[in-house]
């Protein structure tokens, strides 16, 4: 859930395939940010990525289909998760993560464009839960680690706890519209762990 690469510029090798994947997942975030995603339209996401209509719908098949795909380019360019040496450290740094990509404008208003999809379409919901449950699940390694070390309760469930950290964060971007920043990042890493040293994270949710 740190800061997630953005998609414009980017090529994956592999020839024309690949070319055109990325110049259309880019094209999607584009359409996606200035329009949202009842306004996405897979003609004009070919016409901006210079692709033939066809191509988008048969391999796409949707708008849905197109958000599936920017998600999940996205998670697969996300870095791994911090390993500090120090639990407190890699809480920090995935804070730092996330608040680094909501002040990201690019980033900011795919998320919300996205989130907002999430809550009248299941497409875009499954996409949104798929990327998310990546990155945490990637970020709870930290934590795992951290219980190895004897620096958090035996049986701290590790995907909990990053959530923990994140949920003020968007909660501030999507709900209350309230700005945040460093302070606001550092207390909810602070708050998150402390919680955790106390066993407030052990058992089944």
């Known amino acids: 859930m740190e800061q997630e690469s953005r998609l414009a510029g980017t090529v994956r090798p592999g020839g024309r395939t690949a070319?055109?994947?990325?110049?259309?997942?880019?094209?999607?975030?584009?359409?996606?940010?200035?329009?949202?995603?009842?306004?996405?339209?897979?003609?004009?996401?070919?016409?901006?990525?210079?692709?033939?209509?066809?191509?988008?719908?048969?391999?796409?098949?949707s708008a849905a289909?197109?958000?599936?795909g920017l998600m999940t380019e996205l998670a697969d360019q996300s870095a791994s998760h911090a390993d500090t040496g120090t639990i407190e450290g890699d809480l920090r740094a995935n804070a730092a993560g996330v608040l680094a990509a909501l002040r990201d404008e690019r980033l900011s208003a795919t998320f919300q464009a996205v989130i907002a999809a999430a809550t009248c379409d299941e497409e875009a919901a499954t996409a949104l839960r798929a990327f998310y449950a990546r990155r945490i699940d990637e970020w709870a390694?930290?934590?795992?680690?951290?219980?190895?070390?004897?620096e958090l309760p035996a049986g701290t469930d590790g995907?909990?706890?990053?959530r923990a950290v994140s949920a003020p964060l968007y909660?501030?971007?999507?709900?209350?519209?309230?700005?945040?920043?460093?302070?606001?990042?550092t207390l909810?890493?602070?708050?998150?762990?402390?919680?955790?040293?106390?066993?407030?994270f052990v058992g089944e949710v």
């Open 19 to 61: 070319r055109v994947r990325s110049a259309v997942l880019e094209a999607t975030q584009d359409e996606l940010v200035k329009h949202g995603f009842h306004g996405l339209s897979m003609d004009a996401v070919a016409a901006r990525a210079g692709v033939g209509k066809t191509t988008v719908y048969r391999r796409w098949g």
């Open 141 to 150: 390694k930290a934590v795992d680690l951290a219980v190895e070390r004897g």
């Open 159 to 162: 995907r909990e706890l990053i």
């Open 65 to 68: 289909g197109l958000v599936t």
């Open 171 to 185: 909660y501030r971007l999507v709900v209350t519209r309230e700005p945040v920043d460093e302070t606001v990042a």
């Open 188 to 200: 909810a890493a602070t708050r998150a762990l402390a919680a955790a040293r106390a066993g407030a």
